[in-house]
């Protein structure tokens, strides 16, 4: 099982930029799949980015294509979000996730992700 603490969130303009932080325990970060998803009020939990154990590959969902930039330093266990050109619609809680099962590409499902993060609060004012 992974510790996850998600930091960074707050309130910004539109345009604005965020920087998200995910910090993980365990020694075997490395080998994990890492996700950031979302939830806005009143809607269900949304993929956002993923990022492979080897950091070789990505994947952005296509409403933040151009916007957003997942990356990881598996040396810190730590995986960030970079949230550029923010809008309003991507108001939400965004949580961390980590998926242990050895993926060799990104994973967009929430299934493939056993622990999550309590959540940070982005808020994107117009």
């Known amino acids: 099982q992974v510790q996850l603490v998600e930091s960074g969130g707050g309130l910004v303009q539109a345009g604005g930029s965020l920087r998200l932080s995910c910090a993980a325990s365990?020694?075997?970060?490395?080998?994990?799949?890492m996700g950031w998803f979302r939830q806005a009020p009143g809607k269900e939990r949304e993929f956002v980015a993923s990022i492979t154990g080897s950091a070789r590959s990505t994947s952005v969902t296509n409403s933040v294509r151009g916007r957003f930039t997942i990356s990881r330093d598996n040396a810190k266990r730590t995986v960030h979000l970079q949230m550029d050109n923010l809008k309003p619609e991507d108001t939400a809680i965004y949580y961390c996730?980590?998926?242990?099962?050895?993926?060799?590409?990104?994973?967009?499902?929430?299934?493939?992700?056993?622990?999550w993060g309590q959540g940070t609060q982005v808020t994107v004012s117009s």
């Open positions: 996730a980590a998926g242990s099962r050895g993926w060799l590409v990104p994973r967009i499902s929430r299934n493939d992700y056993e622990d």
């Open positions: 365990g020694s075997t970060f490395s080998s994990y799949v």
